[in-house]
């Protein structure tokens, strides 16, 4: 659409496009609902799979009433595309979460993924891109409220803060975990739009916007790369059930609508059923790499030399195939490191084309089908049962983790003999149903399954708190991708397991992806510049070598740490929530896992009701109790932090204790208040 001049009341010229954009919208939606596929279509079954395209294409066109269709405008100084002639009028396109076009085809507002729009994230006045104006949007409730221009050719124009991407980034949070669309930065839409081939791994502090940059590039890279996404799949891999709902909900508001979703406990655990837990020391051995080696020589132990020879008998004629001679071939099979089970399948038919050769010699011209026959005939299924024998995973793990003799034999070189023990289970069970499998165990058994048979690999995946994971997890995501490629999301410092990896080096070591690219976000947007500087007062204790997040914003009065008596400190947390709940927006309680019935309880004494972590907030309950193990990718406007030192305490060791205090310091959006009966730890000085 041509640029032209403003009209006298520009806020009123935006509100029609806006009103002339959602009906378009309306109208595009009502043309797929009008669809008649009853004569085009020739049986039942594509009936169906065509009307599940047309459900999820008028899904796709829903009107989100309170979400922004365009949050920008960019006027180009000339055509796009076109030779920037003298005098040639340029052109003007709105940006905001999916296409609109008019009547005629005509675009009313371009998607954000779109390379027209790019410019809307990029341009500056150093480098303006052919861009004469961006204008951005605020809105109050859906509703257009205000506008905001850049003249980014105008020398006289002076560069300033965006007051309305301030105002986005600070705005109260009401409901789920808000998309970044409309606020990216330069170096956050560069990652968002790197390419589906490669993998990158991004560092990012607390309000970087690490995990919105991950889920923008998922939107991005179904935009620009569908069809082969269509047929490969997505997944994003979440820390845990809590997390993956309060996030699930930003993907729609980007256009998109079907995106697997799971946690890493979610992907390994079809094959039996997770019910006991680990002590640490056993964790830790178990999500060891070196478990892979141990798991790797206890399914080749399976295989076994050849004692005799397999006679093959086929009506009156005996068919011999000497020992050495299977021995041979499953020296090859096991030369080609073939997953295991795909070498049990191949072995028969090893056997069977030796048989053939002898049948060729003697003048018979036997063919596939004959092949197929030995391959099926009883002496050789007896044969390979014999040499190379069907394993079932989890047998195997269990085994393992119950006879110290088989375990010490394929641990030999790769695990000391305490590491040995704290794996050995305490209580061996007597079948794969009545053991209590642990989270580690269920990563061991999917280690062993695709040391049988190749697990399917996605098109792309996103890994989110990442470091948190063990290098045998990293190997269980990496299978589910091992064809396609990944966006590896975390923070180094926010490490809160005993297993949580030193290196982004180590872990994309582990994951497959070792040539990754490593981003860094340093700029924080979310936590105020006076909790952040609060909060890394931890670093040289937790992650040393990290460069601290630089906030951006700068909020004077948004932290106050205050020492109460032990006797009174329920109260004043009571207190300070109800002090919390005066402002618009959410607000979190934060406490160690163990405190939580009582702060819930007091609570209640006092008539609040709570949130669980990851229930949506709403204009009437706002306020949610968070046990500190829940509270990592969370965020709130306004945050109470319960008793510090109940949070280092309630973790394994000092160093998870602390990194667990430092997630619970930087989930405020605007305020943070820190109350404490016990003296605070050392390193927050």
Not at 66 to 86: I, M, S, W
Not at 324 to 343: F, K
């Amino acid at each position: 659409m041509p640029a032209h001049e403003e009209s006298s009341n520009p806020l009123v010229r935006e509100r029609d496009h806006l009103a002339a954009s959602r009906a378009a919208l309306r109208a595009m939606r009502e043309d797929v609902q009008a669809l008649d596929i009853r004569d085009v279509t020739a049986n039942w079954v594509n009936a169906a799979v065509l009307q599940a395209q047309i459900d999820d294409r008028i899904k796709a066109l829903a009107d989100l009433s309170h979400t922004p269709l365009f949050f920008g405008r960019l006027d180009y100084l000339h055509e796009v595309g076109a030779e920037k002639a003298e005098g040639a009028e340029g052109e003007q396109f709105y940006i905001g979460r999916r296409h609109v076009h008019d009547a005629h085809g005509d675009p009313m507002v371009i998607d954000w993924r779109a390379p027209v729009s790019q410019p809307f994230y990029q341009a500056s006045r150093n480098n303006p891109l052919d861009v004469d104006r961006r204008r951005r949007f605020g809105y109050t409730g859906g509703e257009l409220t205000a506008y905001e221009d850049e003249r980014l050719t105008d020398p006289a124009e002076e560069e300033q803060t965006s007051k309305l991407l301030q105002a986005e980034i600070e705005r109260p949070r009401v409901g789920p975990m808000r998309d970044i669309v409309a606020t990216i930065q330069p170096e956050q839409d560069e990652i968002v739009r790197s390419g589906l081939g490669g993998t990158v791994c991004v560092q990012g502090g607390p309000g970087t916007g690490k995990t919105a940059v991950g889920l923008h590039r998922v939107a991005f890279l179904l935009y620009a790369h569908r069809e082969r996404l269509a047929r490969t799949g997505t997944l994003v891999v979440g820390p845990n059930r809590s997390f993956l709902h309060y996030i699930e909900q930003v993907l729609p508001a980007l256009g998109e609508l079907e995106v697997q979703q799971a946690t890493v406990e979610d992907l390994v655990a079809a094959r039996v059923e997770v019910r006991g837990t680990d002590e640490a020391a056993a964790a830790v051995v178990k999500g060891d790499a070196r478990m892979a080696d141990v798991l790797r020589r206890a399914v080749r132990s399976h295989v076994t030399p050849p004692a005799e020879p397999v006679v093959v008998v086929r009506g009156s004629r005996r068919w011999r195939v000497p020992a050495y001679e299977v021995e041979e071939m499953v020296g090859e099979l096991l030369a080609r490191d073939m997953r295991y089970g795909a070498a049990h399948e191949a072995l028969p038919q090893r056997i069977a084309h030796a048989v053939l050769v002898q049948m060729e010699q003697s003048g018979e011209a036997p063919d596939d089908r004959v092949q197929n026959s030995v391959a099926r005939s009883p002496a050789v299924k007896a044969a390979v049962k014999a040499v190379w024998p069907a394993v079932d995973p989890a047998k195997l793990v269990l085994r393992l983790l119950t006879d110290a003799e088989f375990l010490a034999a394929h641990a030999d070189g790769i695990l000391t003999d305490d590491e040995q023990k704290h794996v050995l289970m305490a209580r061996p069970a007597r079948s794969v149903k009545s053991a209590k499998w642990t989270a580690a165990d269920a990563v061991l058994i999917d280690e062993a399954a695709d040391l049988v048979a190749r697990t399917h690999s996605l098109g792309h995946v996103v890994i989110d708190e990442a470091q948190d994971l063990s290098p045998m997890q990293y190997r269980a995501v990496g299978r589910r991708c091992s064809t396609g490629s990944a966006t590896v999301l975390g923070d180094l410092a926010q490490g809160t397991t005993p297993w949580s990896t030193q290196s982004w080096e180590q872990a994309l070591f582990h994951l497959g992806k070792a040539d990754a690219v490593v981003e860094e976000l340093t700029a924080g947007f979310r936590v105020p510049r006076e909790v952040i500087a609060y909060a890394s007062r931890l670093l040289p204790a937790i992650s040393p070598g990290l460069a601290p997040v630089e906030s951006v914003r700068e909020t004077p009065g948004s932290l106050a740490v205050r020492a109460v008596a032990a006797e009174d400190l329920d109260t004043a947390v009571v207190a300070a929530c109800e002090e919390s709940l005066r402002h618009e927006g959410s607000i979190g309680l934060i406490a160690a896992d163990a405190r939580i019935p009582a702060l819930a309880a007091s609570l209640a004494a006092a008539g609040h009701s709570c949130l669980s972590p990851g229930e949506e907030t709403t204009a009437e309950s706002r306020l949610t109790l968070v046990p500190a193990s829940l509270a990592k990718g969370l965020e709130y406007d306004y945050v109470v932090l319960d008793e510090p030192a109940a949070v280092v305490d309630g973790e394994p060791d000092e160093r998870t204790g602390l990194r667990r205090l430092y997630v619970a310091l930087t989930r405020a959006v605007s305020g943070l208040v820190v109350l404490h009966a016990a003296p605070l730890p050392e390193q927050l000085g």
